[in-house]
């Protein structure tokens, strides 16, 4: 851990954020986390989580071969540059993270009750889809909110139709680890 003091303290904070917010649910709410779409992984999990893995990887190879060249747009190649400096096992972490914190939060935490709030699935997860790729401004930079963006869409998408958070995950730790660990 030594070396990224700032990594590791956002890491931390992001996974009690992760515990706090699923406490939330069952302790404050009272309701079962299947209520957030956490629930057991079956085989549909598993082949849809793959499909729509490989799809967002599809797409992203698109928007970098194809709309990143047409707009003149380039990377953060800084924040590309501090990802594989880092131990094989921080990498892993982070791409857990990522999948379990965002899914919960941007999807099945931000969409059930945005729903109630606002009376509209499909607003609520309009809001929690814009949530999500403004959360990669700060790190990643302008254009990778196309790239955030678009698999931001294909995730959200799948929780309405799926309400399935592990199929989520699985779709997101296949684009992250596809993205930076095999890199």
């Not at 992760?18 to 069952?26: E, K, N, R």
């Not at 986390?33 to 967002?56: D, E, H």
């Not at 814009?130 to 995730?155: D, K, N, P, R």
Request: glycine residues 8%.
């Amino acid at each position: 851990m030594k070396g990224q003091p700032h990594l590791w303290t956002c890491e931390l904070l992001l996974w009690g954020l992760t515990i706090a917010l699923l406490f939330y649910v069952v302790v404050v709410e009272k309701r079962p986390l299947v209520s957030i779409g956490l629930r057991l992984p079956n085989w549909r999990t598993v082949i849809w989580g793959i499909c729509s893995g490989l799809a967002i990887l599809l797409g992203i190879v698109l928007i970098y071969g194809v709309v990143f060249r047409l707009l003149h747009l380039t990377i953060n190649m800084q924040a590309m540059a501090a990802l594989p400096r880092l131990p094989f096992a921080a990498q892993l972490l982070l791409v857990v993270r990522a999948a379990f914190f965002e899914e919960i939060a941007y999807r099945g935490y931000a969409i059930e009750p945005l729903t109630e709030l606002t009376g509209s699935r499909m607003s609520a997860a309009v809001i929690a889809w814009v949530a999500f790729t403004a959360a990669y401004l700060s790190y990643w930079g302008w254009a990778q909110l196309i790239v955030a963006g678009f698999a931001g869409l294909v995730q959200t998408a799948l929780y309405l139709w799926r309400r399935d958070l592990p199929c989520n995950m699985l779709a997101h730790f296949l684009t992250d680890g596809v993205g930076f660990l095999f890199r």
